[in-house]
């Protein structure tokens, strides 16, 4: 049996939630049944089983033994896909006879050979089962007394009915993913350490040219997906500014990634996930605008400055700032927008294999979509000796949505054309970086002003806006060279 099971961790509040919902809402579930399992693990002393991915367990429930052997065992961001083998068995030990197929039974003797199975943990789980109106699944949460665990597991035969099942019964509610099974967790627990995570720079999608759609905006999404979980966890762990800066670009390139995908499945679920990006990346946004105030606006000037009255106390009134937005943004890493995001980012991609319309190739739409994002920046570029701050800022925002297309679909054409297209956009984009980084140092002044840094702080932070402003002038004269460059290369995509 194989069917797709999001693991959510619970709290005793959690638990006696969900059971008052479910009990009291006749449009969430259907009656439940109750039971007690006593599970117990085998493996050999050397834990064979376990380094070949598998698990072993009698479990003993309405006065019989039953056997089960789990392949591809592995939880991803709380979704697993696990091969579940049961059968029947005469007593508490382990018969391998019985594993009906005959590759998983080929691995299991051969992890044995040589040694003996035997029990290396037990487990005794209350568990509650009910069938959800919203999906063709069950709902089962258990706890494990000795760990003081509780469990909801949410069983569906597809992703979009798991979906479906999910936000139904925790849409709004804070919870958090489980990353390992019931059995890693037991193998695991005398070593349970979680690795300080540093910053990380998006990894290139790998697709090729004989990939169809599902396949590729599935690797472009993992890409995505991986860049926004290893930079949260950075924001959450260190105050390194460059996790927030990566957190937002992971942000943007899913978003970019499913804008890409509207033309072939525009619905409500993808605008949700897309939507549930935006209003997360908004708050990553602000910590990433005050670390810019510091290291992209004051520190320069400071550097430069003859007179360096103020800077200090212009300084410390903008740390403190930039210290009030981490805590702001990691608050809602831990809350109940980023729990409604990582449902996205746990269940949505897995729909992509569900659509038919998505088994066509890649290169095609790849095309399509590059022509359309390139067609929007050259409309405003067309205007840009007269762009005014409003519409400069909206150029920028074209030149990145293309630049995100481009680099997604690159290993589809000409390596040598995309690497060319791709350091031009870098370098145009420079510029209307350095650009908005300037439009926001008027900012400096209302830090100083909330944080009451005082008088010498105030010129400080005015002699700042004054040398960026006339900066901005002078880097702005040379955008035209740089789009006409850009405009004068090849449309590799055509």
Not at 220 to 246: C, F, K, M, W, Y
Not at 414 to 422: L, Q
Not at 485 to 493: A, T
């Amino acid at each position: 049996m194989q069917e797709l099971e999001l693991k959510v961790e619970l709290s005793k509040s959690d638990v006696k939630r969900l059971g008052g919902e479910l009990g009291c809402d006749p449009a969430i579930g259907l009656p439940a049944s109750k039971g007690g399992q006593r599970t117990v693990y085998f493996d050999t002393p050397e834990h064979n089983l376990d380094a070949a991915g598998l698990s072993l367990r009698l479990r003993r429930q309405d006065g019989h033994w039953s056997q089960t052997i789990t392949a591809d065992r592995t939880v991803a961001e709380g979704v697993a896909s696990p091969v579940e083998l049961e059968s029947p068995v005469g007593s508490r030990e382990p018969d391998i006879a019985k594993i009906t197929d005959k590759n998983i039974r080929r691995a299991v003797r051969k992890a044995e050979r040589g040694t003996s199975l035997q029990p290396v943990f037990e487990t005794v789980i209350r568990r509650t089962s009910r069938k959800l109106v919203v999906a063709s699944g069950a709902a089962r949460a258990g706890g494990a007394t000795e760990a003081r665990e509780a469990e909801l597991e949410l069983k569906a035969k597809s992703a979009k009915d798991l979906l479906l099942a999910v936000e139904k019964l925790l849409g709004g509610h804070e919870f958090k993913l489980t990353r390992q099974s019931k059995a890693e967790r037991r193998y695991r627990l005398p070593d349970a350490r979680r690795a300080r995570a540093e910053p990380e720079k998006a990894r290139p999608a790998r697709i090729v040219k004989r990939n169809t759609c599902v396949e590729a905006f599935s690797a472009i999404l993992a890409s995505a997906i991986r860049q926004i979980a290893v930079n949260r966890q950075s924001v959450l762990q260190t105050d390194d500014p460059e996790g927030a800066h990566q957190l937002r670009i992971g942000l943007r390139r899913l978003r970019s990634a499913l804008r890409a995908l509207r033309p072939l499945l525009d619905g409500g679920s993808l605008r949700a996930f897309e939507r549930s990006a935006r209003e997360l990346g908004r708050g990553v946004g602000m910590l990433r605008d005050a670390d810019v105030l510091i290291t992209g606006i004051q520190a320069p000037m400071e550097q430069v400055a003859s007179d360096k009255s103020g800077f200090a106390e212009l300084r410390d009134a903008l740390s403190r700032h930039q210290q009030a937005k981490r805590e702001e943004v990691r608050s809602g890493l831990r809350g109940p927008q980023w729990t409604k995001l990582e449902l996205y980012l746990a269940l949505w991609p897995r729909t992509l294999e569900e659509r038919d319309e998505l088994d066509k190739p890649i290169t095609k739409h790849a095309r399509r979509i590059l022509r359309k994002a390139w067609r929007k920046a050259a409309k405003l570029g067309r205007k840009l000796e007269r762009l005014d701050g409003e519409h400069r800022h909206e150029l920028r925002k074209a030149l990145k949505e293309l630049r995100y297309q481009v680099e997604f679909f690159a290993p589809l054409f000409n390596k040598r054309d995309t690497r060319r297209f791709i350091e031009q956009l870098k370098a145009l984009q420079d510029v209307f970086g350095y650009i908005n980084d300037a439009r926001m140092a008027p900012r400096l002044i209302e830090v100083q002003h909330k944080w009451e840094a005082g008088g010498s702080a105030a010129r400080a932070a005015s002699y700042t806006v004054g040398r960026h402003e006339a900066e901005a002038a002078h880097v702005w004269r040379g955008v035209g060279k740089l789009w006409k460059e850009l405009k004068g290369s090849p449309r590799f995509w055509a």
